[in-house]
C-alpha cells in the first residue's frame, strides 16, 4: 500500500506505453505528452498494451 498526500496527484495514462523505453524515455513522454515535469513529485502510471505490466 501506497500512502501519499492529498498535494501528490496520480497520473495514468491511457494509452499503451512501451514499456521498453528507459525511465528517461518514459520522462519524455511526461513532458511531451502531458506537458508536465516528471520531477514534480507527482506519480506517472504507465501500462503495457496487455495492461499486464505496470511503471
Same mark, same amino acid.
Given at each position: 500500500?501506497?500512502?501519499? =498526500?492529498?498535494?501528490?496527484?496520480?497520473?495514468?495514462?491511457?494509452?499503451?506505453?512501451?514499456?521498453?523505453? =528507459?525511465?528517461?524515455?518514459?520522462?519524455?513522454?511526461?513532458?511531451?505528452?502531458?506537458?508536465?515535469?516528471?520531477? =514534480?513529485?507527482?506519480?506517472?502510471?504507465?501500462?503495457?498494451?496487455?495492461?499486464?505490466?505496470?511503471?
Amino acid at each position: 500500500m501506497l500512502l501519499l =498526500s492529498r498535494a501528490v496527484h496520480v497520473y495514468v495514462a491511457t494509452a499503451p506505453c512501451n514499456l521498453r523505453k =528507459s525511465f528517461e524515455g518514459l520522462t519524455n513522454e511526461v513532458r511531451q505528452v502531458l506537458a508536465k515535469d516528471p520531477l =514534480s513529485g507527482h506519480v506517472f502510471v504507465f501500462l503495457n498494451r496487455r495492461k499486464t505490466q505496470v511503471r
